[in-house]
């Protein structure tokens, strides 16, 4: 029969160095979403021709990869940020 400490100092030791990888293991930055079109349009609950004439208009930035318009999340976000603090600016 084995010491029943011994284990348990082997199995906390374990944990120990099993939570010193997680604490040094690099976080993975959040990727951008890229949206089409639709989708924005789907999230913004606007029509798709609202959204280029958006992208027309410069209010919303997007990349033309082939035949598709992708829009970045925040991008959108951002442009959203920019028009509420239009609204609430005194002139």
Do not use: C, W
């Not at 604490?23 to 789907?42: R, S």
């Not at 027309?56 to 035949?67: L, S």
């Amino acid at each position: 029969m084995s010491n029943p400490f011994e284990t348990i100092n082997q199995r906390l030791s374990n944990i120990e160095s099993l939570l010193l990888e997680l604490k040094h293991k690099p976080i993975e930055e959040e990727k951008d979403e890229n949206l089409t079109v639709k989708e924005t349009a789907e999230l913004l609950k606007v029509s798709e021709q609202s959204i280029h004439n958006y992208i027309k208009r410069g209010y919303i930035n997007a990349k033309k990869v082939g035949r598709i318009l992708l829009i970045k999340r925040s991008d959108i976000d951002d442009s959203l940020q920019e028009v509420k603090s239009l609204k609430y600016k005194r002139f």
